[in-house]
C-alpha cells in the first residue's frame, strides 16, 4: 500500500473520486460535521478562557475555526497543486497544539500564540518532503506518550470549567455549578450507552445542547454577546492584532507541529487502506504541506493550527462512504458558518460547567487515545517502559508542580512549562538513545522490563511488571 518513491507519479482515478448525487453529498457531508463539531469548537473556547477574552471575543474565535477548518478540509480534499492529498480527511483545529498554546497564553498572550504558529507552520512546510523519512523518529512509544499526555494535561481545564472557570466571580466551585457539569456528563453517558450509529456519535454535542437548556431553565446563561454580534460578515484579518514572535513559544510549538506531522501520516496512510487508495510519500507530503499551509495561515484569521480528525476516519471506515467529494461538501458547510459571526456567539455562551462536563469525555478520550497507541508497544527486553515512564513524569510537571521551572530562564521555562514539549523532548532523545542508537544493546540487559505473562496455579495474573 505504501511506497518508498519520494517522487509523485500520475494517480488514476480511485475509489475516493466517487461521485454522489447533490442530496447525498449534502447529507454524508453534513453528518461528517456534526461527528466532529464538538471537538472542533472547543480549543478556541479552550484558548480563549486561557487568554481572558470576552465573551465577544471569543465567540471570534469559534467562528474563525469553523471558517480555517472548512478552507483546511477543501485544500485537503480537492487539492491545490502538490497540496492536499485528494482523500476524504476532515481538518479540524488541533487538540494537540490546545496544552501549549494555553501555556503561552497564559504567560506571554495571544499574539505570542499566533507567532509561534506561523513560524512552526512555515518550518513544517519546508520539512514536508522529507518528513517521511524521518517519521521513525516517532515510534508508537513517543507519540503514545505524547497523546496520552495531551489528554491528562486538558483534564483540569475540564475541571476548572465544571467549577465556573472564574474563581473571582460568584458561585465558582457551587454543587449548582457542579451539578451542571455532571448532568451534562450524565447525559453524553446515557446517550452513548443507549444509543446505538449517529446519535451515539453525536452525544457531545447532544450533551451540550441538553446542558445548556437546563442551565438556561435555572438562570444561569448569558447570550447576550449574541445581540451585539452581526449575523453575517466576512472573517476578519488579524483581529487580535499583529502576531509577536518569542523564541521560546516557537520551540514548543514547532515540537508539538512535529507531532501533528507525525499523526498526519498515519492518518493518510490508514484512510488510504480504508478506502483502498493508491497511497505513496509523494501524497504523503501533499497531505502534510496541506497541514502545515492551513496551520501557517490560520492566525491571519484569529484561528489555530489544523490536523485530520481521527473521529472521520472511523465514519468513514462505518459508513463505506469513501468520497473525498462528499468530505470536501462538508468542508465547505464549514467554511460558511465561518461567515456567521452570530453563531460562534451563541457556541461561546454555553456556560463554562456544561463544557467542563463534556470536556471530561473530550480531553479523557485523547488520553485513552494515547493508550491504545501505547498498548501496541513491545515492552518486553527493551527499555521503552522507561520511555513512557519519563515521558509521562515530564509532561505531568506542570500539573503537579506549576512552580517547577520557575528559577529557570524563561525561554526554557515556556518549553518545559508545556507537557507537550517535555514529554516529546525526553521520549524522543530517550528513544534515540535506546532504540536507535543500538550499539552496546545486549538482551536482557535491563531490570525495566515488561515481565512475561505469569500466572499462579489459580490461573490469576502475577502483576509484577518490574523484572528484579
Same mark, same amino acid.
Given at each position: 500500500?505504501?511506497?518508498?518513491?519520494?517522487?509523485?507519479?500520475?494517480?488514476?482515478?480511485?475509489?475516493?473520486? *466517487?461521485?454522489?448525487?447533490?442530496?447525498?453529498?449534502?447529507?454524508?457531508?453534513?453528518?461528517?460535521?456534526?461527528?466532529?463539531?464538538?471537538?472542533?469548537?472547543?480549543?478556541? !473556547?479552550?484558548?480563549?478562557?486561557?487568554?481572558?477574552?470576552?465573551?465577544?471575543?471569543?465567540?471570534?474565535?469559534?467562528?474563525?475555526?469553523?471558517?480555517?477548518?472548512?478552507?483546511?478540509?477543501? !485544500?485537503?480534499?480537492?487539492?491545490?497543486?502538490?497540496?492536499?492529498?485528494?482523500?476524504?480527511?476532515?481538518?479540524?483545529?488541533?487538540?494537540?497544539?490546545?496544552?501549549?498554546?494555553?501555556?503561552?497564553?497564559?504567560?506571554?498572550?495571544?499574539?505570542?500564540?499566533?507567532?509561534?504558529?506561523?513560524?512552526?507552520?512555515?518550518?513544517?512546510?519546508?520539512?514536508?518532503?522529507?518528513? @517521511?523519512?524521518?517519521?521513525?523518529?516517532?515510534?508508537?512509544?513517543? #507519540?503514545? #506518550?505524547?497523546?496520552?499526555?495531551?489528554?491528562?494535561? !486538558?483534564?483540569?481545564?475540564?475541571?476548572?470549567?465544571?467549577?465556573?472557570?472564574? %474563581?473571582?466571580?460568584?458561585?465558582?466551585?457551587?454543587?449548582?455549578? $457542579?451539578?451542571?457539569?455532571?448532568?451534562?456528563?450524565?447525559?453524553?453517558?446515557?446517550?452513548?450507552?443507549?444509543?446505538?450509529?449517529?446519535?451515539?456519535?453525536?452525544? $457531545?454535542?447532544?450533551?451540550?445542547?441538553?446542558?445548556?437548556?437546563?442551565?438556561?431553565?435555572?438562570?444561569?446563561?448569558?447570550?447576550?454577546?449574541?445581540?451585539?454580534?452581526?449575523?453575517?460578515?466576512?472573517?476578519?484579518?488579524?483581529?487580535?492584532?499583529?502576531?509577536? +514572535?518569542?523564541?521560546?513559544?516557537?520551540?514548543?510549538?514547532?515540537?508539538?507541529?512535529?507531532?501533528?506531522?507525525?499523526? #498526519?501520516?498515519?492518518?493518510?496512510?490508514?484512510?488510504? *487502506?480504508?478506502?483502498?487508495? *493508491?497511497?505513496?510519500?509523494?501524497?504523503?507530503?501533499?497531505?502534510?504541506?496541506?497541514?502545515?499551509?492551513?496551520?501557517?495561515?490560520?492566525?491571519?484569521?484569529?484561528?489555530?493550527?489544523?490536523?485530520?480528525? @481521527?473521529?472521520?476516519?472511523?465514519?468513514?471506515?462505518?459508513?463505506?462512504?469513501?468520497?473525498?467529494?462528499?468530505?470536501?461538501?462538508?468542508?465547505?458547510?464549514?467554511?460558511?458558518?465561518?461567515?456567521?459571526?452570530?453563531?460562534?456567539?451563541?457556541?461561546?455562551?454555553? %456556560?463554562? %460547567?456544561?463544557?467542563?462536563? @463534556?470536556?471530561?469525555?473530550?480531553?479523557? #478520550?485523547?488520553?485513552?487515545?494515547?493508550?491504545?497507541?501505547? @498498548?501496541?508497544?513491545?515492552?518486553?527486553?527493551?527499555?521503552?517502559?522507561?520511555?513512557?515512564?519519563?515521558?509521562?513524569?515530564?509532561?505531568?510537571?506542570?500539573?503537579?508542580? %506549576?512552580?517547577?521551572?520557575?528559577? +529557570?530562564?524563561?525561554? +526554557?521555562?515556556?518549553?518545559?512549562?508545556?507537557?507537550?514539549?517535555?514529554?516529546?523532548?525526553?521520549?524522543?532523545?530517550?528513544?534515540?538513545? +535506546?532504540?536507535?542508537?543500538?550499539?552496546?544493546?545486549?538482551?536482557?540487559?535491563?531490570?525495566?522490563?515488561?515481565?512475561?505473562?505469569?500466572?499462579?496455579?489459580?490461573? *490469576?495474573? $502475577?502483576?509484577?511488571?518490574?523484572?528484579?
Amino acid at each position: 500500500m505504501f511506497s518508498g518513491k519520494l517522487q509523485a507519479r500520475q494517480r488514476h482515478p480511485g475509489p475516493e473520486d *466517487e461521485r454522489y448525487s447533490f442530496g447525498r453529498t449534502l447529507a454524508y457531508g453534513i453528518q461528517h460535521i456534526l461527528t466532529m463539531y464538538g471537538g472542533v469548537i472547543a480549543p478556541p !473556547l479552550i484558548i480563549g478562557g486561557a487568554a481572558g477574552l470576552s465573551a465577544a471575543d471569543m465567540g471570534l474565535l469559534v467562528t474563525a475555526g469553523l471558517f480555517v477548518s472548512g478552507a483546511a478540509t477543501l !485544500l485537503q480534499t480537492l487539492g491545490l497543486g502538490r497540496f492536499g492529498s485528494r482523500l476524504p480527511i476532515v481538518q479540524g483545529i488541533s487538540f494537540v497544539t490546545v496544552s501549549t498554546m494555553v501555556t503561552i497564553a497564559q504567560s506571554d498572550g495571544l499574539r505570542s500564540v499566533y507567532g509561534a504558529i506561523i513560524v512552526s507552520g512555515l518550518i513544517g512546510l519546508v520539512l514536508s518532503s522529507f518528513f @517521511a523519512r524521518l517519521v521513525r523518529l516517532f515510534p508508537a512509544v513517543v #507519540t503514545g #506518550t505524547i497523546i496520552t499526555v495531551i489528554g491528562l494535561s !486538558l483534564m483540569p481545564v475540564a475541571f476548572t470549567w465544571a467549577l465556573g472557570n472564574d %474563581p473571582h466571580k460568584s458561585g465558582y466551585g457551587s454543587m449548582g455549578n $457542579i451539578g451542571l457539569a455532571g448532568l451534562t456528563l450524565l447525559a453524553i453517558l446515557v446517550i452513548s450507552r443507549v444509543f446505538q450509529g449517529a446519535i451515539s456519535r453525536l452525544s $457531545i454535542l447532544i450533551g451540550l445542547i441538553l446542558g445548556t437548556v437546563v442551565a438556561a431553565l435555572a438562570g444561569r446563561t448569558d447570550f447576550s454577546a449574541v445581540g451585539q454580534t452581526k449575523l453575517i460578515a466576512l472573517p476578519s484579518i488579524l483581529p487580535f492584532g499583529s502576531p509577536v +514572535f518569542n523564541v521560546g513559544a516557537i520551540v514548543s510549538m514547532t515540537i508539538v507541529m512535529l507531532v501533528i506531522m507525525t499523526e #498526519t501520516v498515519a492518518d493518510v496512510i490508514t484512510i488510504g *487502506e480504508i478506502v483502498g487508495a *493508491e497511497i505513496d510519500t509523494g501524497r504523503v507530503a501533499d497531505g502534510l504541506r496541506a497541514d502545515m499551509a492551513s496551520s501557517a495561515v490560520a492566525p491571519l484569521f484569529g484561528s489555530f493550527p489544523c490536523s485530520a480528525f @481521527a473521529q472521520n476516519i472511523g465514519l468513514v471506515a462505518l459508513t463505506g462512504i469513501k468520497s473525498r467529494f462528499v468530505v470536501a461538501t462538508g468542508g465547505l458547510v464549514l467554511l460558511l458558518l465561518g461567515f456567521v459571526p452570530v453563531f460562534g456567539a451563541v457556541v461561546a455562551g454555553i %456556560p463554562y %460547567p456544561v463544557l467542563g462536563g @463534556a470536556g471530561v469525555v473530550l480531553f479523557g #478520550t485523547v488520553a485513552a487515545s494515547g493508550i491504545r497507541t501505547l @498498548a501496541r508497544v513491545e515492552f518486553h527486553d527493551n527499555l521503552n517502559m522507561v520511555i513512557v515512564a519519563v515521558g509521562l513524569a515530564g509532561g505531568l510537571i506542570p500539573i503537579a508542580a %506549576p512552580t517547577f521551572w520557575d528559577a +529557570f530562564p524563561q525561554w +526554557f521555562a515556556v518549553i518545559m512549562q508545556s507537557g507537550i514539549s517535555a514529554t516529546a523532548i525526553s521520549a524522543i532523545v530517550l528513544n534515540l538513545l +535506546f532504540n536507535v542508537l543500538t550499539i552496546g544493546n545486549r538482551s536482557g540487559a535491563s531490570v525495566f522490563a515488561a515481565a512475561d505473562d505469569e500466572r499462579d496455579g489459580s490461573g *490469576e495474573r $502475577i502483576d509484577d511488571d518490574i523484572r528484579h
